[in-house]
DNA sequence: ACTTATACATAACGATGCTATGCATAACAC
DNA sequence: GTGTTATGCATAGCATCGTTATGTATAAGT
């Protein structure tokens, strides 16, 4: 009954947000500004989604998606604390290449999204499950003594997510810090707080960076 | 030259915003609003401050001061780890007492605020300072074998923050999870990573929560 | 072929930050 | 005491935002 002059024109308008607020910024996603790149009006927002928050929500759930596939990415191997470790430069990997979209994801739209339908929701936690099962590993393995896996893996996600906010907001640049230093001491300290030894955590970590860094390359060179 | 009808004008106009901001978040701070609340026109705010941009930034400023008097409140004892610990609880009550301004302060509004006067970001490290006092506290007990107390600072202040930021956005509520364990997990595991006995951390909790109780109570009974 | 429903454009409303303009007045020079 | 000057403030307007009401053209159903 409609004209529907283009049948993919919801994906076009996801794509295109999604690509403004890769590039732009969160600023960058306005109705307006949308209708002018896709040369229409302010109304396929409303009719296609609802509104600008809902758009927003879709694009957070694709940014979720893809958060979710970094992370599961690293490899499972004899060593599950180097494995744990790879998720945590795998997780800052993305917030680095994202930095809008992990600011949208984490701050702003966390609550909104909290709000929509469960699956939303489930959406977010996925990324959170696979932290939970490097976590579980580790237990196994003799290498943690952790009691409560979900209260673990909180504080985990706690330490990365502060670093990485803080990261996001140049704050280490402005006092002329080092990020990779600290961000080694969250996962050192963390570790040996969860029981491991000392010189193992410390051989954990060198090869989780020198995975981490052939996985910049791998990335670098691709792109 | 001026009429200048009300002397002390500008710090209504800050009274005000700092009010908006704490009762009704960053959104109700505009310049009508700020008109219609004091009787004035908007142009006050140019006037007296440049825009909202910078009366955000003298809001802030204040809200640094606020928090470096919290996180200085807690005694020196002959327990540096409980100490330090009754200082991250000293930081989480702030930012649930104020969250609108936590949050600008540490994410939306940081990166302006950084790139204000060095005197600007001087108010915001200040807080960071008192953090890294404790740490040294730590290592000189021997309690704790630290290397470089800014990377140790930096590790703990992103577990803290991560953690605050993820409560504030009700991330624990909407998975009907308690946030203050994850927050006691993340003290416990970094202080004893940081070469803390486990039992003696367990210890130090113990006493900081007591305090920490202690604190909130004798908040809620002068208010 | 006619009816119906709907995707889309146009236009407008209220809100935002900010700027240009004008005025009334307090502070200065004498 | 008088005149000049500079400035705090109000008014009005600009561009932008999200959203809604309305009209229209067209694809789908009968």
Chains 1, 2 share one sequence.
């Not at 969160?26 to 949308?34: D, E, G, N, W």
């Not at 699956?119 to 579980?136: G, N, P, Q, W």
């Not at 009691?147 to 990261?167: P, R």
Request: net charge positive; hydrophobic share 40%.
């Amino acid at each position: 009954m409609p004209p529907r002059s283009d049948p993919q024109l919801p994906e076009r308008i996801l794509n295109t947000a999604a690509r403004l607020l890769a590039t732009e910024g969160p600023r960058a996603v306005s109705t307006r500004r949308l209708a002018r790149e896709l040369g229409t009006s302010t109304m396929v927002v409303y009719t296609h989604f609802g509104g600008i928050n809902e758009l927003t929500r879709q694009v957070m759930r694709r940014g979720f998606a893809e958060f979710g596939t970094e992370l599961v990415r690293g490899a499972v191997t004899d060593d599950p604390v180097a494995d744990w470790m790879t998720l945590l430069w795998g997780y800052r990997r993305f917030a680095l290449r994202q930095p809008h979209m992990y600011t949208v994801m984490f701050s702003a739209g966390l609550a909104d999204f909290r709000l929509g339908d469960p699956a939303d929701f489930k959406a977010a936690r996925a990324s959170f499950v696979s932290l939970l099962r490097r976590i579980h590993a580790c237990a196994d393995a003799g290498r943690w003594d952790v009691q409560d896996v979900n209260t673990a893996g909180e504080a985990v996600w706690s330490g990365i997510h502060g670093h990485t906010m803080l990261e996001l907001t140049g704050f280490f640049g402005a006092v002329g810090r080092d990020p990779i230093r600290s961000y080694n001491e969250i996962g050192t300290r963390l570790s040996i707080g969860f029981g491991d030894d000392t010189h193992t955590t410390a051989h954990s970590l060198s090869k989780a960076k020198r995975r981490a860094a052939r996985a910049d390359r791998a990335h670098t060179a691709s792109t």
